[in-house]
């Protein structure tokens, strides 16, 4: 099923972009062309696998007097060489309209983006969201955008965010659209937006925060134009909802390129506004060299714990986002606690403490779940405790305890303590890494041994009212701690043991 023609009149590589550039000369233009044709195959030949029912669709629409065209994402991704079962259209028909087109062609649909002109439904495996041909734009200190409906397809594509999301087929005639030269934009691996960065930005700010996305995951560098924007504009992002910016920072951490969408937003001042204790590693940046350069450091360890996580099958499957955002949330207490000491060196004292509540406080202000932020924090406070491992021998006790005060996020703890060793030094990074290689060989041992995964003390609250003869409350939870205490310095005691030390306690207690 071969793509026609572009409708474009720009879609021919040389043609001047919306940036105002123009494509290389000579063998960098051909070899561009030669790529655009490339995209243009694999776009047929991913297309070609759409079920017969998308065709109907667009048949179903078209009888009914309105346009359907297959855009932003999907037609990227054919591109690209894959086909999403999640498809995207736009329409010229208004919501109502839709809803009752895909009435009639669905299994199911729904209409819970009716206020910004989308209609969902699904047939079989496939997910459709048909959106009337529209703009979005934000008032300015608003928080909510105004949906405006458009009349042509063009007119559409000419509003969305970025050129390689501005390309469309129309259904069911496989009509290729793109007049704004995304093919081109994305044989050159170019992020660019179809009108000025500064107007697409002002129409909807968080596309700010889509660059750095797309950096992220389609592994492109953006344009001048559009880094320009993203620095002029980044306060722009304050009006945007939390949970709307969050939303694509996670999306850039589980990419494949998550570095340097880091690095874009940090260089932009993005990350000022988003994640500003990531920006502020850059203040410990020590033009004496009496430490190492906490913000690449940060990056470094990024990219090592990404190189750690495992396949589906593993403990840590890939991509996760909990280890990716300790990883980069790991030094942000550093800033607030070094000090140069007086024989020349610097220290951070606690930092990972500092950190863990610099952590939950801005995971709190960009609405992450309870969950992920209790974790994410919980790996930033840990992850400097194996280093007293290294200075000498663990008891058993204190790696029980290291056992128990990871709890379910042992696994990413191994890692995140792995990958950050960045140093250069290969014989400090060899015994790092044997001594932490003896430190999982010990836990692997006592877990097998004892199950200290399911670690609990020898007496349960039941036991410890029967034989201290107490009702339910702080005296219990008390025991109960005490006995946990007992059980991690010293490993099972058995019944009768445990017994006998929480009689003695208890005496203790009452005298």
């Known amino acids: 099923m071969p793509l026609p023609a572009s409708s474009s009149p720009s879609s021919a590589p040389g043609a001047d972009h919306a940036s105002g550039e123009s494509a290389h000369d000579g063998p960098a233009a051909a070899s561009v062309a030669k790529r655009v044709t490339e995209l243009r195959r694999r776009a047929a030949a991913a297309l070609a696998s759409l079920p017969a029912s998308i065709g109907e669709l667009g048949e179903i629409f078209a009888g009914a007097g309105h346009e359907l065209a297959l855009v932003g994402g999907p037609v ?73 409906y458009g009349d042509t397809l063009i007119g559409d594509l000419t509003r969305r965010d970025f050129t390689v999301n501005a390309m469309a087929v129309r259904v069911p005639s496989l009509e290729f659209v793109d007049p704004h030269d995304g093919l081109t934009a994305l044989a050159e691996g170019v992020l660019r937006t179809p009108v000025t960065a500064v107007q697409s930005f002002d129409d909807d700010p968080l596309r700010i925060m889509r660059a750095a996305r797309f950096t992220a995951q389609l592994g492109f560098e953006a344009d001048a134009d559009v880094l320009a924007a993203m620095s002029q504009m980044a306060s722009r992002l304050e009006i945007v909802s939390a949970e709307r910016v969050r939303a694509e920072l996670e999306r850039l951490l589980i990419s494949g390129h998550a570095r340097r969408g880091l690095e874009v937003m940090v260089e932009t001042g993005v990350a000022d506004v988003v994640l500003p204790e990531l920006s502020r590693l850059r203040e410990t940046v020590d033009e004496h060299r009496r430490h190492k350069d906490v913000y690449q450091h940060t990056l470094t360890v990024l990219d090592q714990a990404i190189e750690l996580e495992t396949g589906p099958e593993g403990a840590v499957p890939a991509p996760d986002l909990v280890l990716r955002l300790a990883a980069v949330m790991h030094d942000v207490g550093k800033p607030d606690t070094r000090r140069f000491e007086a024989g020349g060196g610097v220290s951070f004292h606690h930092h990972e403490v500092v950190g863990a509540k610099l952590t939950a406080k801005r995971m709190k202000a960009l609405r992450f779940d309870k969950q992920t932020t209790k974790d994410v924090t919980k790996l930033v406070e840990l992850h400097l405790r194996f280093h ?55 836990i692997a041992a006592l877990q097998e041994q ?21 009702a339910p409350g702080p005296q219990v939870g008390q025991a109960y701690a005490y006995l946990l205490e007992l059980r991690l310095e010293h490993g099972p005691l058995g019944e009768e043991a445990a017994e006998a030390a929480l009689r003695e306690w208890w005496a203790e207690q009452q005298g």
């Open 76 to 148: 990227r991704d054919a591109a690209l060489g894959t086909v999403s079962h999640d498809l995207d259209f736009a329409t010229s028909a208004r919501p109502e309209q839709t809803a009752e087109l895909l009435r009639r062609w669905s299994d199911t649909w729904w209409d819970i983006g009716k206020d910004f002109g989308t209609i969902g439904a699904r047939r079989g495996q496939h997910v459709v969201e048909v959106t009337t041909y529209r703009t979005e734009a934000y008032e300015t200190g608003s928080r909510k955008p105004e949906v405006a």
């Open 388 to 442: 007293g491992y290294g200075d000498g021998a663990w008891t058993d006790s204190a790696v029980r305890r290291y056992i128990t005060d990871a709890g379910d996020q042992l696994e990413r703890l191994h890692r995140l303590t792995r990958a950050d060793c960045t140093t250069r030094n290969r014989r400090k990074a060899a015994r790092l890494s044997a001594a932490y290689d003896d430190l999982e060989q010990r």
């Open 450 to 470: 004892e199950e200290l995964s399911k670690v609990r003390p020898d007496l349960d609250g039941k036991r410890i009212m029967e034989i201290l003869d107490l």
